[in-house]
């Protein structure tokens, strides 16, 4: 398995995981129906969506196989799948400088994205301060279509 911690400036309330030659462009895929599953996808793209437009903790974890349901302790939890033909992944902010964004190696091929989104409803006063965190787990899989495993409340 590889893990990554990263902390990722969720401009305009979301970042996004791509295959790296991918255009990335998520305008037309955020609807109102995206926006509250808070994932959005394009091909060889991922948008996950935030509660706030500041940097954010996110782990990633590539895996060898699908991880155990572990929900309890996440708020909301999303897969999709990824088609990573270059064998290159990007993770970044959606205004981060690309070339400088995290790449990630990986055997080419489609991937399943699991999206957890842990303590959604914590914020200060001011709604700047949160303690949201979101987490990554990519393992090679078949394509499927966008599910929600756990929706969060509200």
């Known amino acids: 398995m590889q893990s990554f911690k990263l902390s990722l400036f969720a401009d305009y309330f979301q970042f996004y995981i791509q295959d790296e030659p991918a255009d990335g462009n998520l305008s037309e895929a955020w609807t109102p129906e995206t926006t ?3 994932l959005a996808t394009a091909p060889g793209t991922v948008g996950i969506g935030t ?6 903790p996110v782990g990633v974890e ?7 349901a ?4 996440w708020d909301h939890v999303v897969e999709a799948s990824l088609d990573v033909a270059s064998g ?8 981060d400088y690309f070339p400088d964004a995290q790449r990630i190696e990986v055997a080419p091929g489609s991937y399943r994205v699991r999206v957890s989104y842990g303590a959604l409803d914590t914020s200060s006063a001011n709604g700047l301060e949160r303690d949201d965190h979101y987490r990554l787990q990519l ?16």
């Open 36 to 38: 509250d599953r808070l």
């Open 51 to 56: 509660v706030r437009n500041m940097d954010v």
């Open 62 to 68: 590539i895996l060898d196989a699908e991880p155990d």
């Open 70 to 73: 572990d929900f309890t302790k």
């Open 88 to 95: 290159r992944i990007v993770i970044a902010g959606c205004t």
């Open 139 to 154: 393992w090679q899989a078949p394509a499927i279509e966008v599910r929600v495993l756990k929706e969060r409340r509200g």
